[in-house]
């Protein structure tokens, strides 16, 4: 499957999924005008790698300084799908980035955690 990079905007992040080497990062602010219309050819893209894959190791690195409610929609339908996944026998390693001193984008992992319980979720603080 060909690779889909997405230059980081001023309101949205950069996007740089390698599905050869089943790695997949998504890095930057995320406040697009209209996050259906930016996630939503995404994660169908993503959907689709996942459908090829059998007991993939794959990983994830998701560093977000900001994302607005709309985002986090988006996001979480990302996270849905690399969850069902890894509940089909696949691994899936997220890598969470975050600023040390950034208690919102932390807390957002930790419900990640708990929300999607069939990830392999690894939290980083970055310190600036």
């Known amino acids: 499957m060909e690779p889909l ?6 309101t949205s992040p950069e996007v740089d ?3 050869d080497q089943h790695t997949l ?3 930057g602010e995320s406040y697009p005008e209209n996050a259906a219309a ?5 994660i169908a893209r993503v959907k689709a790698y996942l459908d090829q894959c059998s007991d993939a190791e794959i990983t994830v690195h998701v560093s977000l300084a900001y994302f ?3 985002s986090t929609k988006m996001l979480f339908s990302f996270f849905e799908a690399l969850n069902e996944a890894a509940m089909a026998g696949n691994q ?3 890598n969470w980035y975050h600023d040390e ?5 932390l807390e957002f992992g930790q419900e990640l955690q708990d929300d999607f319980g069939a990830l392999d979720f690894h939290d980083h603080a970055v310190s600036n």
């Open 5 to 10: 990079f997405i230059a980081a905007s001023p």
């Open 17 to 19: 999924f390698r599905f």
């Open 25 to 27: 990062s998504i890095k």
């Open 38 to 42: 930016f996630y939503g050819p995404v």
């Open 68 to 70: 607005n409610s709309s």
């Open 92 to 94: 899936v390693r997220l």
């Open 101 to 105: 001193d950034d208690d919102t984008i």
